[in-house]
């Protein structure tokens, strides 16, 4: 792990996410309609208490917020949601 991926002067989170979506943004398409297998990625919003299945559209922000684990890694704000899993 990179000590540019710690977020040491954050109070929200141990690790940032910087990294990752950069290289997620290099490495993967954008759209959930570019993969060639169907792909889901549930996610929780915080500020509804509601649970969200991402099947369309941008694909960079529900995986950051699927994998955002709060206290680890930072929620992410994507449109009107604050997305962990």
Do not use: R
Not at 32 to 51: M, N, Q
Not at 55 to 83: A, Q, R, W
């Amino acid at each position: 792990m990179s000590w540019k991926m710690l977020n040491l002067l954050s109070k929200k989170s141990l690790l940032a996410h910087t990294l990752l979506k950069e290289k997620f943004s290099h490495e993967l398409p954008k759209h959930f309609e570019d993969l060639k297998k169907k792909l889901f990625i549930g996610c929780v919003d915080t500020h509804k208490a509601t649970f969200h299945l991402f099947k369309e559209g941008d694909l960079i922000h529900p995986l950051l917020g699927s994998m955002s684990i709060p206290g680890i890694f930072p929620p992410i704000e994507y449109k009107t949601h604050c997305l962990v899993d």
